[in-house]
């Protein structure tokens, strides 16, 4: 019962799984790169599954099992490189990304010996019980490690990405960086539940038991398709992505001569940028950027980033929201705009969402836009 339902699950995986990689592998899209290695993770990961499905049928040569289980070793790597070119619009395989295929190689080490340098019997014997020799349960260890060293890289690169998000744009709802946070999250769950799989498969005994944890890996597996697709249908182009050049403020504070700028000429600048901002009001536009104000106070953008990064201790995105809020609160204490809707207000002092809005409206003030404006109108 428990493998008819893995077996069926299977089907529904595999053919999802190959779906989405003839969806990522032809959509027209400017991120060509990133869907490239979305495409093959899909692809390698229908081929490991597959045993689940094709196992009761045919049998294939010992190699080329062993083989079709190894592969798995490629997936954590391009998912890393999916989310390196997701969040770079520059970026480019170099040699030293040849690196990622350490994993399959360093597992093939393991197996060598005793499996692909051995005869044909050595090799079933091995492939039949593999759960319990020495290179199925080094394999198993290794696994794990290469899945959280991959999926700690994953997050790092993340949160190095929502910090130059912050230090400069001032709208980044129209980024990818909710879209490849929630894809972490759910990797996250599924490791879990695969680093418990595999703990039992080193102390449990009870194959009935194997199969139902095989069953409900499978079945979150299919979850976390299925919302990629969705995800896919959606939003096909998946929101924009970065230039590789942005550098964080503290690492521009360490390798750049604006550090030895006097204390008076930083508090001029930082007047003029101020002042810029109240008398020209360039948070109004919607998509400002570091560079956009930069060149708009005619200012080197490492400046710019270092004033208010690091001298005013905020970061960009804050720094411009701060004053599009005290727009707002003055718009909506005017008796003559309150024909205007929260949304047209949003609009009109530069955010672009409104789950934005609110949270940094509510930040500033405490209260949201709509309870500002009734506890305004009731005490006048």
């Known amino acids: 019962m428990d493998f008819s339902v893995l077996g069926i699950t299977t089907i529904f995986i595999l053919f999802i799984s190959l779906l989405l990689a003839l969806f ?19 692809l390698i990961f229908a081929i490991h599954i597959s045993v689940f ?24 790597p391009l998912l890393f490189l999916y989310i390196i070119s997701s969040i770079y619009s520059d970026f480019k395989l170099k040699p030293n990304h040849l690196l990622h295929l350490l994993p399959f190689i360093v597992q093939i080490l393991i197996f060598s010996p005793r499996f692909y340098f ?33 999926l700690t890289a994953m997050f790092l690169e993340l949160r190095k990405y929502k910090q130059l998000l912050l230090e400069n744009y001032s709208n980044k709802s129209a980024f990818n960086y909710k879209w490849l946070y929630q894809l972490l999250i759910l990797l996250s769950i599924i490791f879990c539940f695969s680093f418990f799989k595999q703990t039992y498969k080193f102390f449990g005994t009870n194959v009935e038991i194997l199969n139902i944890l095989r069953v409900i890996l499978t079945l979150t597996l299919l979850v976390f398709l299925t919302w990629i697709v969705l995800k896919s249908m959606y939003y096909p182009d998946l929101f924009r992505n970065i230039n590789s050049e942005h550098t964080l403020a503290k690492k521009i504070l360490i390798e750049d001569s604006i550090t030895n ?46 004033m208010i990064n690091h001298n005013l ?17 003055n718009i909506l204490l005017n008796p003559k705009n309150n024909q ?22 509510k930040k500033q003030t405490g209260v949201t836009p709509s309870e500002y404006r009734k506890t305004h109108n009731s005490l006048t």
């Open 118 to 150: 051995a005869n044909i019997n050595t090799r079933n014997f091995l492939l039949e019980n593999l759960n319990n020799t020495i290179e199925g349960k080094l394999s198993i260890i290794f696994g794990l490690f290469i899945a959280f060293f991959y």
């Open 340 to 361: 205007l809707t929260i949304q047209q207000i949003m609009y009109e002092v530069g955010f672009n969402s409104k789950s934005s809005f609110y949270t940094a409206f």
């Open 53 to 76: 499905f094709y196992s009761k049928y045919i049998t294939l040569p010992s190699i080329l099992e062993m083989l079709r289980d190894h592969i798995a070793f490629f997936t954590s």
């Open 313 to 329: 201790n905020q970061h960009f995105f804050d720094f411009i929201n701060q004053f599009r809020i005290q727009k707002a609160q």
């Open 261 to 306: 700028k006097s204390e008076k000429d930083s508090r001029e600048d930082i007047s003029r940028l101020l002042e810029f901002m109240e008398t020209e009001e360039p948070y109004l536009d919607a998509t400002l950027t570091l560079q956009k104000l930069a060149d708009k106070i005619e200012l080197p953008n490492r400046d710019v980033s270092i």
């Open 24 to 42: 990522v592998l032809t959509v027209k899209t400017n991120s060509k790169k990133a869907n490239r290695f979305l495409g093959v993770y899909f």
